[in-house]
């Protein structure tokens, strides 16, 4: 009986550890193999979609993406069109009355039936003129008000320009800088002005008389 059971060993050897060993790690070996092959899928997916995102774009000089329908397709054009320098335009020609251009240096005057008032000049020329005798007439400060406290602007008062802004640059409703000179040496208009000034006056309330 014992050498028939030495035999049966022999032939059928029991479950040792040995064999549970051998059997994880095989096991352990399969799960790894399987977990490459499932990196190296989410590897080829992930550089085909960055391939297919990269080839849609064109060399830099174009800076525009064309050739491809992809999802992800850009339009860099779009992204420069706010950074193209506007064009240049002209400067907008200001015209006096008459239809006349207006430039720097010349000689204009007011027009007539033009009620300008100017309120920034020296309290020493708040007044009008005597439309005839062309002599200064300060206001009466006994009735002094608000509205009287300016010089009202006669008719052929003569100045020189100094400055004639853009219009297309800047909005400027009285484009037109003139300089109301002192001097009556300067004046050939009779008027003879308490104080020197200057205004920004509207193209339509002068004309050029030199």
């Not at 992930?46 to 999802?71: C, D, G, L, V, Y």
């Not at 920034?120 to 002094?144: L, R, W």
């Not at 109301?180 to 050939?188: H, I, L, V």
Request: neutral net charge; glycine residues 4%.
């Amino acid at each position: 009986v014992k050498s028939t059971e030495l035999y049966s060993l022999r032939r059928f050897p029991v479950e040792t550890s040995n064999n549970v060993y051998s059997s994880s790690t095989t096991t352990m070996f399969q799960q790894q193999r399987a977990l490459c092959c499932l990196l190296c899928a989410l590897i080829g997916i992930t550089t085909h979609s960055t391939f297919a995102f990269t080839s849609s774009f064109e060399p830099r000089n174009n800076m525009h993406i064309t050739k491809s329908n992809h999802p992800t397709k850009l339009h860099m054009s779009s992204f420069f069109a706010d950074a193209t320098p506007p064009k240049e335009t002209a400067a907008a020609v200001q015209r006096d009355a008459n239809g006349n251009a207006i430039t720097v240096g010349q000689k204009v005057a007011i027009v007539p039936h033009n009620s300008i008032k100017a309120y920034h000049v020296q309290k020493s020329s708040y007044g009008s003129f005597d439309s005839i005798t062309k002599q200064f007439i300060p206001q009466d400060e006994a009735n002094k008000t608000r509205k009287t406290s300016c010089l009202l602007l006669p008719e052929g008062l003569r100045g020189e320009v100094i400055t004639v802004h853009d219009t297309n640059a800047a909005d400027r409703p009285q484009p037109v800088l003139v300089k109301f000179g002192a001097d009556d040496e300067e004046r050939s208009d009779g008027y003879s002005l308490p104080s020197a000034f200057s205004m920004h006056l509207s193209a339509n309330e002068i004309m050029v008389v030199v």
